[in-house]
Nanobody, 124 residues
Framework: VQLQASGGGLVQAGGSLRLSCAAS????????MGWFRQAPGKERELVAA????????YYADSVKGRLTISRDNAKNTVYLQMNSLKSEDTAVYYC??????????????????WGQGTLVTVSS
């Protein structure tokens, strides 16, 4: 299984970025997808997740209303649209997949395959 994240970069506070994660190696539509982030000196946290068919989503409280997760099963790709970015959003962002369903997509421990990460830096 390979997950390739892209789209990170440097953006000013209040700006937007769109992250993408292309998957290969197993049937994409059979797995929930999540976006995690890890800031310097902090633990990795799950910020957004989406169910296999896209009907269920989860967002951490810190990103609700600003980040939107979506997926295109025909393209084997999951996206994270990031708006109104803040300096505290600065982190390495990772995509991950997991064999979890329904509300369990919010359990970060259930994700078992990870991409390499893409750095998002928000300048204030």
């Amino acid at each position: 299984v390979q997950l390739q994240a892209s789209g990170g970069g440097l953006v000013q506070a209040g700006g937007s970025l769109r992250l993408s994660c292309a998957a290969s190696g197993r049937t994409f539509s059979n797995y929930a997808m999540g976006w995690f982030r890890q800031a310097p000196g902090k633990e990795r946290e799950l910020v957004a997740a989406i169910s296999r068919g896209g009907g269920v989503t989860y967002y951490a409280d810190s990103v609700k209303g600003r980040l939107t997760i979506s997926r295109d099963n025909a393209k084997n790709t999951v996206y994270l649209q990031m708006n109104s970015l803040k300096s505290e959003d600065t982190a390495v962002y990772y995509c991950a997949s997991g064999a979890t369903i329904g509300l369990s997509i919010a359990n970060g421990a259930l994700y078992d395959y990870w991409g390499q990460g893409t750095l998002v830096t928000v300048s204030s």
